[in-house]
């Protein structure tokens, strides 16, 4: 049994970033070998020509609803996670008062529940007349904010990377925050190549795991896209003898749930559930750029499985040398272990 509490570590409250970085790149980068202090704007001379970047391109919808009941008129809030073969996977609370056929207005936004209530999550079903949907949430939805920012965003844009481009995420590919067009233009100009992937990011994945044991836990299921043309640049880079470098836990799991038992990527669209653990055998990322995450989660665990039990030592060396932590604190550039 791998205990839950191994994964633990002591987050003092003055450690959370409370405001992003400005300009995006002036944020830290730890680099793990060495425990070298840089900074993101660094990032391209850290790797090699011919190492190719991967990416979440995944936007953070405004999925975040608030309303009220129909009939008793009591505030309810909805948080979209993903969409479902007949309706919306979504975080609902009060969910003690909500029951199926309870009907929930959003603005223009109207919604049945069809399921649940169950552990807080409901399926719905959405109806924004004639606006299509994703127009509908853009006017009457909130970006969904990390619970534990208590800042404020004079820029809803800063929550999203600057080469987000599909909606699809109940939250952001963090890591990928701390990109410039500067970062990116020096990335080309070193002869690194930058590929882009598709993953749905549901709240749960940032969550503490409640279990005792990580055997306990189970992910849920989240989307993703690998292109033809992701899936090519990672066969080429392997040709050619560079590295792949994953910008983010998301990428991660995209990646990793879409190669084959030999290491080659498949193009494709799927669902994953994919719990990475010590001990899971990583087929496509050598390299990862990744924020510093809550304490216990499935993304620390996903840490823990990449570098081994050198993480305790970056996280260490992080929190005294004050760097900031969680979604706008700074980043880490890490290796695989073995």
């Known amino acids: 049994m791998v205990r839950t509490s191994d994964f633990l570590y002591d987050l003092p409250e003055a450690a959370i970033a409370q405001s992003p970085a400005e300009p995006r790149d002036a944020s830290r980068l730890l680099v793990a070998d060495g425990l070298v202090d840089r900074h993101f704007a660094d990032l391209p001379e850290l790797l090699a020509p011919g190492d190719l970047v991967v990416v979440n391109r995944t936007r953070v919808r405004r999925a975040r609803l608030l309303g009220h009941k129909e009939g008793s008129g009591g505030r309810v809030e909805a948080l979209l996670l993903r969409p479902a073969a007949d309706g919306w996977e979504a975080l609902v609370r009060p969910a003690r008062r909500l029951r199926p ?22 399926l719905l079903a959405l109806d924004s007349g004639e606006v299509p949907l994703e127009e509908a949430l853009e006017r009457w939805g909130e970006i969904p904010l990390p619970p534990y920012f208590t800042g404020r965003l004079a820029d809803p844009e ?33 002869g690194i190549e930058v590929a882009s992937v598709d993953l749905g990011i549901g709240v749960d994945t940032f969550r503490p795991i409640a279990e005792a044991s990580l055997e306990e836990h189970r992910m849920h299921r989240e989307d993703y896209l690998v292109d033809e043309a992701a899936a090519g640049a990672v066969a080429a880079v392997r040709r050619r003898g560079g590295r792949v470098m994953a910008v983010g836990t998301t990428v991660v799991r995209a990646l990793e749930s879409a190669a084959a038992a030999g290491g080659e990527v498949r ?39 990449f570098m081994g039990d050198a993480w305790r030592e970056v996280y260490r060396a992080a929190l005294a040398r004050g760097y900031r932590f969680l979604s706008f604190g700074d980043a880490m550039l890490v290796r695989r272990a073995g």
């Open 267 to 305: 193009p494709g669209a799927g669902s994953t559930d994919l719990f990475i653990t010590p001990g899971y055998p990583f087929r496509v990322v050598d390299l990862l750029v990744t924020n510093f995450h809550v304490p216990g989660s499935t993304l620390v665990v996903l840490i823990a499985a």
């Open 101 to 122: 056929g309870s009907r929930l207005s959003f603005g223009g936004i109207r919604a049945t529940v069809l399921a649940g209530p169950d552990e807080g999550q409901a």
């Open 158 to 190: 800063r929550y999203q990377t600057v080469y987000a481009a599909r909606p699809g995420s109940a939250a952001a590919p963090t890591a990928g925050l701390h990109f410039t067009p500067a970062v990116l233009s020096r990335l080309g100009e070193r």
